[in-house]
């Protein structure tokens, strides 16, 4: 891993700016304005239809907004096209290419025609090592498990090495404790590069066990936004609470048991 | 505002497309108007008394040809559906995509050979009728054709949007102990009536543009269509002012037909997920399978006896004498070049109409409107269907006659308009494989940067090889027997089988006729098993 002069990491994240973002598609309409800090993870929680996939699109650039800036690291990528922008994002489904291998998949991440040198190569292979899917190169993706599948895309985020990382709601098809490890292995990528990850999930608990901030969407707008330990106090927006299900005791009782730091 | 996406070489590719067919349609309306202008009075006076009567016929002969062909192709399929297991199922489905892959003089050969003059059921058909059996020409005859046809084309569209029930509305209806009449009355039927207005339209056209079988099996002016009429206007009355009347007529018709049909609601239903398992949760009754398993068999008897026909009377002629022919083989070499170019223009411009399409739509924010390009994509195939070949064949014959010899270029014109002729098939079979691919695909690609040759080597092409296959094939098949083009364009020195074909039908070599039928059949159709298995091999 190189560092810069200064010796910070060169993978550091970078701020993610949502200046006037006005979007509207069919019958709802979007209003997003927020910062999102460089190297935090945040959750991106609320209803189905508040607008949390719309937020990633539109920060990914699959979604064109109709007035406002997206910066990200404080320059505007209004006209830079998907591929070019600072951003990987892992979907819910389809990740991955049935026809293609393992390999192929991952690959892509280094060059999108599939040109891969002996040292792509090597560098393909660390990555899947360090998803714990060492040795399954020549996999074809209907060979693999739902979260197999997840942790080849997770390799090529580790590839593609962009400061952005956007996940949304990779894990949400997967058992509970394949979702925790999956969340740990996202936490612990987040350890070693230190990049921007937002991750829309509908689970307090994934947001517990690795946001560091939480930005609540509801109604096409971000109601509340702020460190998650706020969120899961009794003094947590009521919004929110009332969104979770106010749990009494335990949304703050629960907090030490299932809060996992990184 | 400026798009974050990069100009999508795809758009470009379908504006090229769009072009490519826009010259072909606007040549061929140049000439019309060409024409149409130098003889003003000529062509106002061509119409007359005649041109009405063909007219009717036109719209007569196709009415009764869809209902033919479409109300027991609702029953078929019902009762296919109905039957996932009933023996020789799978067969049967295959012997219905036959007619879709015979050109339409051998099944016109084959279907007088059954039914005609001096066919096998001549006998049988005087017996019932005490007296001697006229045959089978004229409106009888093009009827017998157009529902040979069509049959089995509306029964598999059926059978494909019957097989869209989900799964879980049969359990559901087992469970609720649904009997046969009200599982179709709120099963079976909304999906089928929802398929109708576009089977029923696609019939339609199909009949009205309909020209190989009206020719060959029409019979004189009692029984003419607008297309055939054009034709004898050219090549033997030589009258361009009553062909330019005839053509604009034939546009005027068809296009009211489609704007007709497209306020019905003719779109198709979209594509749903077909169900894994074949469904046997309703069993049906001892009379329903009676009756539904007699109309089986005898939609299997009316498909297969032509077929059964040709092959027997080809079978008759002296086939080693027409193959050692030196006309023969000719033409079997000037019909094998001009479909395999034909059905390679052909795919290649629905693939590009296809991914603009796709693009397009891609690029539209949700809720806001189509532009002209994307409409022209969306829809652009279907002008096929309006201005039929023959309507192209005929603008171009006029326009060009003054300039060149209109029977050297032949084959440009036989390429041409066989592989615009073949798009709506071709994107039948690529777009719902293109765009669930695309689904699949679209924002990873984005996401990745795989665009323009990458992608589609690396990405489309996996995932296409095996519709485009079968969109080639089709192409192909449909090229190599179409009898339209060049039975305008034809002469001695360019001759296609079908041309060929014609010839020795019209000079009473009835067993020549018969055995080149056979061998152009069976290339056809060999045509489509191998493509298909090609593309089958190809996606394990």
Known sequence: MTTTIDGTAAHKGLTVTLDGIAFS?????????????????TAIMGPSGSGKSTLLNLIAGFETPDAGRVLIGGIDIGDTPPSARPVSMVFQENNLFAHLSVEANVGLGRSPSLKLGKADRVAVAEALARVGLAGKEKRLPRELSGGERQRVALARVLLRDRPILLLDEPFASLGPALREDMLDLVAGIHAEREMTVLFVTHQPEDARRIGQDVAFLDEGTIAAAGPADDFFDRSGPDAFRRYIGDQGGTVAGSQHIARKRT | MATPHPTDSRITAGIVALGAIAILIGGAFAGLAIEGAHDLSGAAAAFDGYLLRVARFTL?????????????????????????????????????????????????????????????????????????????YGLSGILVAHVFFNLPLATRLFLESLGTIPADQWRLASQLGMSAR?????????????????????VFMLCITSFTIVLTLGGGPAATTLEVAIYQALRFDFDPARAVALTLLQIALTFIVVVALTRLGANAVGDANLPLAPRRYLSAGRLESVLNGGLIVLALLFVAGPMAATVVSGLEADLGRLAGEEAVRRATLTSAGLALLAALLSVTLSLALIAARRALALRRRAGSAMSLLEHAADTGAGFVLVVPPIVLGAGWFLALRSITDVFAIAPVMVVAVNAVMAMPFAIRAIRPAYDAASE???????????????RLSLIDWPSLRRPLATGFAFAMALSLGDLGVIALFGSDSVQTLPYLLLARMGSYRTADAAGLALLLGLVCLMLVVVADWLGREGKS
């Open chain 2, 60 to 136: 007569w002969q196709a009415a009764l040809s869809t209902l033919l062909s479409v109300a027991p192709a609702l029953l078929v399929a019902r009762a296919l559906s109905r039957h996932p297991a009933f023996p020789g199922r799978r067969l049967i489905l295959q012997l219905f995509t036959v007619p879709l892959a015979l050109p339409a003089i051998v099944a016109a050969l084959g279907i007088l050979a059954l039914y005609g003059r001096a066919g096998y059921f001549a006998g049988v058909l005087a017996g019932l009728g005490g007296g001697e059996w006229p045959g089978i």
């Open chain 2, 182 to 202: 009200p599982a179709f009355r709120l099963i079976e039927w909304p999906v089928l009536r929802a398929a109708l207005p576009g089977v029923a339209g696609l």
């Open chain 1, 25 to 41: 598609y069919g019958e709802s309409s979007f209003r997003f304005d927020a910062e999102f800090a460089v190297g935090r993870i």
């Open chain 2, 440 to 454: 699949r695909h679209e924002r990873l690609c984005l996401a990745l940067g795989i665009s323009g040759w990458t």
